[in-house]
């Protein structure tokens, strides 16, 4: 039987598997110094392969840092934590299909790339802005000041300081970009191949969020840069500009893939289509009809109702052939101004427009959107009047970058940086509205709040206690309103479905087993016999199921059963597809009770059997039962 592997992959020996199947002639093998072979890239052979590679003095475009490489190989890293669950946090745990995962982004990322690589539909983040304050994600990989300065050239041979500000023009962005490019690199893995992100940013960092993006998503994937109208009112103590505007910067997965979210009409935009001759298909507006692209064919003189003779204007042609342009003038859809002898002009009817919607803007005006202070009244209505965040982002915004993203009715929406769980609170709005079953995942470090802000004062030890509580509440709001609209309806109207408004808590965490990796010189046998059964006093089944579900690529949310095989408590997992069972001494009557069930996958722990003569019969039992099932023990 295969064991289930407790780290996540290991993404560097995938990228050279993936090299080996474009080129085998560039792999080869070395002797590891335990004597086993390992398949390595001969990159002398893949240069020849490649053709000109830019190295070594050469000049080169590139955007880099000091730690770049570094936080590169971050990504790569692979992941020994695992994800427990927390029902007592949860709201709905049997039901929904929404997750709050509590710990750091980075390793949630890497958690959940075994199981949503290409299956999230929209990611949307807020990263600290890096204004001036030491942000928390303190990653491994983050650089102390004399490995900067020894890398960055701040310093001259003597120890003389070459740049006159590094804390604000050297350490201080690129330990941000050292934050950030390992999670945007375990993003863009995440999502579908018609997926987007979006990202919220000011001034302090846009220029090198533009570059990393570049890099990470291809600038050929760029979408728009998003100007989001912040504040309403100018603040009039500024030193030199009141800054009322943020950006938000948009990247697609797959440009050629991507079709973005069209808006709906607006009242505004319908009162520009006017019918001043009373045309009986209805309101209508002019449209140009010249062209800048040059056509002979095109180039004609037309004789307006009144007798004047008009030509197209200077280095201009009509955009209509003559042909067509007297089909059209017999069908009433050309017009010469209310005198007859202005210059012509097509006839676009609202009747027969194409209803998909208008073509968004690249600024997002408060008005439209919402503006921060709108945020953070959010907040206060959902808490009885405390606001514990600072700057928190409206739902209002959220849901015009939702539909900006096109979502299917059950996609995934991530965001990784949830902090106030604004994300979470819009998509449950949406769904409310579209009758859609989007589903979020939200990713927070739990954060302690200061001792002295109101939110620590009220018992919210955590910025992931008050993003949790807010999704309830906000939740809760939403069913209110559902529901009381259902209690209004008129004949014949079908009631809305209350969205799902629930989540699932899990927490990143340590391996559910204690570890086992020792020389042999620092073992002793009472240490073997101790460890025979290695799994960590404070961990339950659940856990262990949890930890097993990433290698059947089966989705957190799934719907978990507990059942009886032969006296043994064993989980049903996605409606049979995963049938685990973590007792010891398990028997045969169990083994074949799981059997018959003719699951997809089953799996075990390793402590389970009392001998090598039980784990035989496990296996044997499911070949002569169910062979089709793939057995794995953890």
Known sequence: MDKIERQTADLTAENVERLGELFPNVMTEVREPDGTLRHVVDFDALREQLGDVAEGPRERYQFTWPGKREARAEARRPCTKTLRPQPEKSKDWDTTENLYIEGDNLEALKLLRNTYAGKVKMIY???????????????????????YDAQSGDYDEEGGRLVANPESNGRFHSDWCSMMYPRLLLARDLLTEDGVIFISIDDSEQLNLRELCNEVFNERNFIAQLIWERAYAPKNDAKYVSNSHDYVLMYAKNADEFKIGRLPRTAEANARYKNPDNDPRGPWKPSDMSVKTYNASCDYQITTPSGRIVEPPTARCWRLSRNA??????DNRIWFGPNGDSVPCIKRFLSELKFDGMAPQSILFYKEVGHSQEGAKEVVSLFDGKGYFDGPKPTRMLKRLITLANLEPDSLVLDFFSGSASTADALIQMNAEKQTVAKFILVQLPEETPEDREASKDGYRTICEIGEERIRRAGEK?????????????????????????????????????????????????????LADNLKDDRAPEDLLFEALPAFQIPFSAKIERIDVAGFTAFDVDGGALIAC??????????????????????????????AASAANFEQIFKTVSPATACKVI
């Open 478 to 530: 939403i069913r209110e309103e559902v529901e009381a609209s259902n209690a209004q309806l008129k004949l014949g109207e079908e009631p809305k479905k209350v969205p799902d408004i629930g989540f699932r808590v899990l927490k990143i965490d340590s391996s559910n087993f204690e570890d086992v990796y020792a020389t042999p010189e620092d073992t002793s046998q009472q240490a073997l016999f101790d």
């Open 582 to 611: 973590f007792d010891t001494g398990i028997t045969n009557d169990a083994i074949t009770a799981m059997a018959k069930r003719e699951p997809s996958y089953c799996v075990v722990r390793d402590a389970s059997f009392a001998d």
């Open 125 to 147: 983040i807020d990263p600290p802005y890096n204004t001036g304050h030491d942000f928390i994600y303190d990653d491994d990989f983050a650089q102390s000041r004399e490995d």
């Open 325 to 330: 342009f007297l089909e059209r003038l017999h």
